[in-house]
């Protein structure tokens, strides 16, 4: 009786031993794959669920979590994306997959925002002074900075939204000493996140003490292959 539960024993260490294997030869497999469809250096990835290995035989993953930072996405680098994959889909190959359903969050820090709206608004970095532009909350949706320009100082008033799924737009909704030649350019300051990784779009947005955060959603997406 002692060598059959000694036996028992080994073969659920062994067991054990395989599924973790195989789980971490898939995580590292999915994060090579995400590599390749947007994302700067391999995400950090976790494969959910136990055992781990009826969904690799199956190639049915139920749940998979990723997280990436600075993420070039445009004219914006994004300080931390972070996104569930449910209903994941390998092939038959097993170096791609589809997933039926993603939803994250995407960070925007106040420093990648400064920097992206200065370099789409037009002449603005050219009379920038003293450290360039820095946004500050104004809000649940808007931001706000001084602006120490080169013969003055200003103050200007922003909208965050969204454009579609793929874009944000940083609105002028007041302002005080801005040069009447600057205003165009700062009026409607659009930024595309034309490069935003395996297919994403930004459903949502919402200025936090920190900078911008934006929910991201996904679906029917593919990726390796």
Request: hydrophobic share 45%; proline share 5%.
């Amino acid at each position: 009786m002692r060598k059959f539960v000694t036996w028992l024993v080994v073969i659920a260490v062994l067991l054990l031993g395989l599924d973790f294997g195989a789980r971490v030869i898939a995580e590292r497999e999915i994060a090579t794959q995400l590599q390749k469809r947007g994302f700067p250096d391999k995400p950090s990835v976790s494969i959910a669920g136990f055992p781990f290995l009826p969904q690799a035989i199956s190639r049915n993953i139920h749940q998979v979590t990723i997280s990436s930072s600075d993420v070039p996405a445009g004219p914006v680098t994004i300080t931390k994306v972070t996104a569930v994959l449910t209903g994941v889909h390998i092939n038959s190959g097993y170096n791609g997959a589809t997933v039926d359903h993603v939803h994250g969050t995407a960070f925007i820090s106040f420093g990648a925002l400064d920097r992206a709206v200065t370099a789409q608004a037009g002449g603005l970095a050219g009379v920038l002074v003293g450290g360039g532009l820095k946004l500050v909350p104004a809000g649940s949706h808007e931001v706000r900075a001084s602006l120490n320009l080169l013969v003055e100082t200003a103050s200007a008033t922003w909208r965050v939204v969204r454009l579609g799924g793929r874009e944000i737009r940083v609105q002028l909704v007041s302002s005080s000493g801005l040069p009447s030649a600057l205003l165009n350019s700062v009026a409607n300051i659009d930024i595309p996140l034309s490069k935003l990784p395996i297919g994403l779009r930004v459903t949502s947005l919402v200025v936090t003490p920190a900078g911008v955060t934006g929910q991201l959603t996904g679906t029917n997406l593919t990726f390796g292959g």
